[in-house]
């Protein structure tokens, strides 16, 4: 079992950038994570998933080139960093972890989730 702790969020201008992170705490290279969000009246959207190694990584059509997520396994953390951010990007975000090998884009597939953070892009 895993407990994640997201952090990082707040408020930020359109096209700068924020950092989020994902503190584990139990075993954490046995999983594969991933980062999600969710606006209001919307549904929990796929947003950047990494393998347990951090060789694999995938992303969401709609951040790539923008978002990059990263993981250090040696302190249990999992970051996603946000570049050029749009008013769009706005919603609370939330990392998950699977034991899955195989990283997914379906929030069903995530068998942990943090409390999320929220992140508001506006001027």
């Known amino acids: 079992q895993v407990q994640l702790v997201e952090s990082g969020g707040g408020l930020v201008q359109p096209g700068g950038s924020l950092r989020l992170s994902c503190a584990a705490s139990?075993?954490?290279?046995?999983?594969?994570m991933g980062w999600f969000r969710q606006a209001p009246g919307n549904e929990r959207e796929f947003v950047a998933a990494s393998s347990r190694s951090g060789g694999s990584t995938l992303y969401a059509d709609s951040v790539k080139g923008r978002f990059t997520i990263l993981r250090d396994n040696a302190k249990n953390t999992v970051y996603l960093q946000m570049n050029r951010l749009k008013p769009e990007d706005t919603a609370v975000y939330y990392c998950?972890?699977?034991?899955?090998?195989?990283?997914?884009?379906?929030?069903?597939?995530?068998?942990?989730w943090g409390q999320g953070t929220q992140v508001t892009v506006s001027s």
């Open positions: 998950a972890a699977t034991g899955a090998v195989v990283v997914s884009i379906r929030p069903s597939r995530y068998d942990y």
């Open positions: 139990g075993i954490f290279n046995i999983y594969s």
